[in-house]
């Protein structure tokens, strides 16, 4: 379920990118790379916006 009628990502969804964010940044202070997690990152928001591009085209039925 959809935090807002306009997000796609769940608040769980939401919660992962906030935490996987912080570990970047920190990742980012000590100066070690960070490309994983991006990639973490980028998975879930596909993931999400797949499903709600199949939850728009069902309602449109």
Same mark, same amino acid.
């Given at each position: 379920?959809?935090?807002?009628? $306009? *997000?796609?990502? /769940? @608040?769980?969804?939401?919660?992962?990118?906030?935490?996987?964010?912080?570990?970047?940044?920190?990742? $980012? @202070?000590?100066?070690?790379?960070? +490309?994983?997690?991006?990639?973490?990152?980028?998975?879930?928001?596909?993931?999400?916006? $797949?499903?709600? *591009?199949?939850?728009? $085209? /069902?309602? +449109? +039925?």
């Amino acid at each position: 379920m959809a935090l807002t009628g $306009k *997000d796609p990502h /769940s @608040a769980g969804e939401i919660l992962r990118v906030v935490a996987l964010g912080v570990r970047i940044e920190r990742r $980012k @202070a000590r100066g070690k790379p960070v +490309k994983a997690l991006e990639n973490r990152v980028e998975r879930i928001r596909e993931t999400a916006q $797949k499903r709600e *591009d199949q939850r728009g $085209k /069902s309602r +449109k +039925k």
